[in-house]
Each structure stands twice: as structure tokens, then as C-alpha cells.
């Protein structure tokens, strides 16, 4: 119904940028939240940034100031601008989105990304 498309990630040395895309394509009436997360080999899924669709957005403390996240409604797509990038911000990353499908049923649904690598060597 709903697809999920990262792209964007890559190697890069400490201090590099990188800038994530995903786009959402499908079955779509609106989306809601629309996020990052990352995973690092060992570690849980964390939270990057999330940005509502009035605008409200949530960084985690380790990105703040060095990540954007931002959005483009009229291409159902979401970006996340990383700066001044460290080792530690390798991981996988993933985009997710809060999806509702139909103006007949208030619900909406979670949809993940297949996940984009994001190397960063020191």
C-alpha cells in the first residue's frame, strides 16, 4: 500500500555531511509524523528527529545543532540534513511515517524504510 524509499547515505570522514531523502509514495490521504531513527550495530533503534505535519519538530540531544530535518508535503518526502558528522553517527537509518489512508477513516499507520547506511570515519 505504502512504500518507503531512503536514499542519500554513504561514507564520509568525520566532519562531512550527508543529506537523507525518503520519500513516501502509495496509497497516501495525509501524513502526520514523519521521522528518522538510527541503529548502530549492537544498539537500539533511537530516535534522529521527527517534524509533524504543523511544523513541531523533536531532535535528540546528540544531533542538535549539527542536524535539519525538514519536509516537502507536496512530494509526501522528508530530508535530514547531517553536519559536522561524527564516528559515532554511524548507523543505519531509517525514515518512518505516520500514515492515514482515506478521509473515511481517522486511523493512520506506521510505515518504516528499508534503512540507508551512514558511514563515518574518523
Known amino acids: 500500500q505504502v512504500q518507503l524509499v531512503e536514499s542519500g547515505g554513504g561514507l564520509v570522514q568525520a566532519g562531512g555531511s550527508l543529506r537523507l531523502s525518503c520519500a513516501a509514495s502509495g496509497s497516501i490521504y495525509s501524513i502526520n509524523v514523519m521521522g528518522w531513527y538510527r541503529q548502530a550495530p549492537g544498539k537500539q533503534r533511537e530516535l534522529v528527529a521527527a517534524?509533524?505535519?504543523?511544523?513541531?519538530?523533536n531532535y535528540a540531544d546528540s544531533v542538535k545543532g549539527r542536524f535539519t530535518i525538514s519536509r516537502d508535503n507536496a512530494k509526501n518526502t522528508v530530508y535530514l540534513q547531517m553536519n559536522a558528522l561524527k564516528p559515532e553517527d554511524t548507523a543505519v537509518y531509517y525514515c518512518?511515517?505516520?500514515?492515514?489512508?482515506?478521509?473515511?477513516?481517522?486511523?493512520?499507520?506506521?510505515?518504516w524504510g528499508q534503512g540507508t547506511q551512514v558511514t563515518v570515519s574518523s
Open positions: 518512518n511515517a505516520k500514515i492515514r489512508h482515506s478521509a473515511l477513516t481517522p486511523y493512520e499507520y506506521l510505515y
Open positions: 517534524t509533524t505535519s504543523g511544523s513541531d519538530i
